[in-house]
């Protein structure tokens, strides 16, 4: 076996002459919570897609828990699509069993389970009424469970988030935690950087149908120079010379990035030069200004607007 | 291979639950009793009506001898060729202005107590008859009259001759006659079940597609498994309902009697046959609803599935009219293309069953027949998969080879 969860090597799909995935290697290691980042558009779908099986590759190969076939391993696989969907008649544990049952787990199994996840989540009034019944946040929890019912090693949620108030929200979050914590791999797509920047140690950000960057969060972040923030006294004097060229004046505040020769030189010029420091603040970039640098403003204010429709 | 069979039972399980437990499903089992009962309440009334019909009474303006000498000759007939084969006869005393008399009779529309109602008249003498009535009536019974007066003229002292009769088995031709007749019930039996019950599977993936759950189950069983599983709930649901009818129906046939005509023994004999039908009727079921499903399949709205549904029908039609030509054509290439076609192929064998008496080719009509229901789901889960789930890999991987290979 493989210690990849997932591993991708050129993957290429075509829906008419629209190229929907354009050559995407991915790798995702065993037992991480991994982030898919990208705007609505950018084929985090088809990907996930490609990467379950649901529908092939036009080029490339994909392997998901070591096999190429990946239905073969559906049974330690979970999946959370993106469009949501279960049958209106079922009963909402039954609904978990039925999807457990579709992932190998014996009816009367799943059964149990969905009744016991259920109370765990506080639904457990709503076991016993019909899916058509429940409320647009309860159907996704039911929907949530069925994706975990048979303990699969490999989870995989697409835009799990979209829909969820933010109560809801921190409970998906601590259930990806615990599921971690079990060893299980969880990916996820979504489009808001702050539940990846919480969440995730690696990440891969999508644009346009390629992948422009693939690694760590801190790794993304270090593609950035820390961004400062000084107040002055002074209006002008020798230490504007440890300054940046870049440097923007707002004011009393200067705003650049830090230069590479560190923030000791800096601070011993502003010191020495006089500059009178009111207030310094050296921050790391976040994930959104590193999304930014790397898949470009385009991409960023796509994902803005995405996020301004659906709160984070 | 295990794992299609068992991911095909989840969805099968799945779907078969969500048609029986639904308040719809009980009137689907009602559906084919309404006729039924109809045709049942229809047949006493209709035995009521031609007891009052086929009554026809005529009116003898005879001499009084003569006219006692026709009833006399009519009583004699009676016991040979029974009541229904002779019309009622009323002895009338001829008036005065007999031509006047017979039409004032006839005219009559029998209203009051006495007053008869008369479908023709006899008068003049036995020499010389004369029947008057409506053309229709009077040819339908110009015979028997003439019969009446010929033995009522020869009239003998007697008694009826008795013919003994001996029986034996059925000539070979009245056999393959009567064989030919359970063979086109048959058919027909088949016919209207898969009629009624194919054309339901059409509609069997849309509420997966519109509801996004096809993605769900896409995602974890092969979509081979998801059509094998949906036609098999479907076909276990017919099962049900015929079921259900049999039994209502042996019910109905117990309690009004059997004057229901029974058919001739098929040649391959009962028990056979009747499983024979039960395996033909399972893949007719199959075949068709392997197309239908593949079909309904590419229906995106409840809508689409709708106006399919004619063509469908259409197509039905003229398989069945394929196999119930051919059914009289025994050994001819029509109905040996019936009996190969993989559609109308249930219908033609099980049109053999009745009238052939080899088992062979049963065994490889079915094993053919089962082939050709493979092979519609896997083109129609491989249509499935590159039209509507947006697979495939183009054009670089044939048609057939993609066929073949097992979906990753």
Known sequence: MSEHAIEARGLVKYFDEFCAVDGIDLTVPKGSIFGILGPNGAGKTTMLRMLLGIIDPDEGSRTLLGSDRPLSVAKQVGYLPEERGLYQSMKAYDAIAFMGALRGLPLKTGRERGRQLLEESGLGAAADKEVRMLSKGMAQTVQLLGTIVHEPKLIVLDEPFSGLDALNQGKLENMIRAQADRGVTVIFSTHVIAHAERLCEEIAIIAGGKVPFHGKVSTARDRLRPQVTLETRAQDGPWRKALPQESERRGDFWHFTLPETGVEPLLKSLIDGQAGIESLSIERPGLHDAFVAIAGEAAARKMDEAEAEVPA | ?408
């Open chain 2, 1 to 408: 291979m295990r794992e299609l069979i068992r991911s095909a039972f989840v969805i099968a399980r799945r779907d078969f639950a969500a048609i029986i437990f639904s308040k719809a499903f009980f009137f689907f089992l009602l559906g084919p009793l309404f006729p039924l009962a109809i045709g049942i309440a229809a047949g006493g009334l209709g035995q009521q009506m031609a007891k009052e019909i086929d009554q026809p009474l005529v009116a003898v303006v005879l001499p009084a001898d003569e006219a006692a000498a026709l009833t006399a000759a009519r009583d004699r007939l009676v016991t040979q060729i029974g009541q229904r084969r002779l019309p009622e006869l009323r002895i009338v005393p001829p008036q005065t202005d007999i031509p006047a008399q017979v039409a004032t009779m006839l005219a009559r529309k029998g209203e009051g107590d006495s007053a008869e109602k008369y479908i023709a008249a006899l008068s003049g003498s036995f020499d010389a008859p004369l029947f008057t009535g409506a053309a229709e009536d009077v040819q339908r019974w110009q015979g028997e009259i003439g019969l009446l007066i010929d033995t009522a003229r020869s009239a003998s002292d007697t008694p009826p001759v008795t013919v003994a009769t001996d029986i034996i088995a059925d000539s070979e031709g009245a056999k393959a006659k009567n064989q030919l007749l359970t063979a086109q019930a048959s058919q027909v039996a088949l016919f209207l079940l898969t009629m009624l019950l194919a054309g339901m599977v059409l509609s069997n993936l849309v509420e997966e597609k519109t509801n996004k759950i096809i993605e769900i189950l896409a995602a974890a069983v092969p979509i081979d498994a998801i059509f094998i599983g949906k036609l098999f709930a479907m076909l276990a649901m017919a099962f049900i309902g015929i079921a259900v009818w049999i039994t209502v129906g042996a019910f109905a046939i117990q309690t009004f009697g059997p004057g229901l005509p029974s058919l001739p023994v098929p040649a391959i004999g009962w028990p056979i046959f009747i499983l024979l039908a039960f395996l033909y009727f399972s893949m007719a079921y199959l075949l068709l609803g392997s197309l239908f499903l593949g079909i309904g399949a590419m229906a995106t709205t409840v809508r689409e599935v709708q106006t399919l549904s004619m063509p469908v029908t259409m197509a039905q039609l003229l398989v069945f009219g394929l196999a119930s030509y051919a059914v009289t054509k025994l050994g001819e290439p029509i109905e040996v293309f019936a009996a190969i076609f993989p559609f109308s192929s249930p219908f033609a064998m099980l049109a053999r069953a009745a009238q052939l008496e080899s088992i062979w080719p049963h065994l490889f009509a079915l094993a053919w027949q089962i082939g050709w229901a493979i092979l519609i789901v896997r083109i129609g889960a491989s249509i499935f998969r590159r039209n509507v789930m947006k697979s495939g890999g183009g054009a670089k991987q044939g048609f057939f080879k993609r066929l073949f290979t097992q979906p990753s």
